[in-house]
């Protein structure tokens, strides 16, 4: 399994602690595709449809065609264990947008 960059996965995010985002639930791969391609991990974001967009935290994005947001501050790394199945991807200008988010609430 290689999820590649800008694609979203339905990933199991549990077990979890305090106010990790839980469940099951898409996320979007952020790693780079060497790193996917060679490590046991993924970087991922999670999405949620509960939340209004707020960049640079909640980042409006489409997942399987419907309205969501990616949730910036919850970015973790993930084995690929816990991804399981692919939905679609993000389009360039989505991809784009959460990667600005990302330098701002990471101040990179």
């Known amino acids: 399994m290689n999820p590649r ?7 199991n995010l549990d077990p979890t602690l305090g106010s990790e985002i839980k469940k099951t639930r898409p ?4 790693g780079t595709n060497v790193l996917n391609e060679h490590r046991h991990t993924v970087v991922v974001v999670p999405l949620s449809t509960a939340p209004q967009a707020a960049p ?7 997942c399987a065609g419907r309205p969501a947001v990616a949730v910036t501050d919850q ?10 199945s692919r939905i679609g991807e993000l389009s360039a200008f989505e991809l784009q947008e959460l990667e600005d988010s990302l330098r701002v609430i990471l101040e990179l």
């Open 56 to 62: 640079p935290l909640l980042v409006p994005v489409l």
């Open 27 to 30: 996320c979007v791969v952020l």
């Open 5 to 11: 960059r800008g694609e979203v996965w339905w990933v």
């Open 75 to 84: 970015i973790r790394a993930v084995a690929k264990q816990r991804l399981r």
